[in-house]
């Protein structure tokens, strides 16, 4: 999954080393290969960022293990 897509990003308060976030994602469109989501992160409570993630799949590339490449 690759993003395609951010929207209405919203950085509210600094997060140093050390922080706990919690992120949380409600999807709010799912198609074949793309989705739309609504995340919003917070830290000790207090949102700290929010925005609309937009991503879409992609297939992956097999890569050859190299037991199976071919000797040159």
């Known amino acids: 999954m690759v993003f395609t897509r951010i929207e209405n990003a919203s950085f509210r308060r600094p997060v140093t080393p050390g922080d706990q976030l919690r992120i949380e994602v ?24 929010d925005a609309i993630v937009m991503c879409q799949l992609v297939p992956r590339v097999a890569q050859k293990s190299p037991s199976e490449a071919v000797p040159e």
């Open 26 to 49: 409600t999807v709010l469109n799912w198609r074949t290969r793309a989705v739309k989501m609504q995340g919003n992160i917070t830290v000790d409570g207090k949102l700290v960022c």
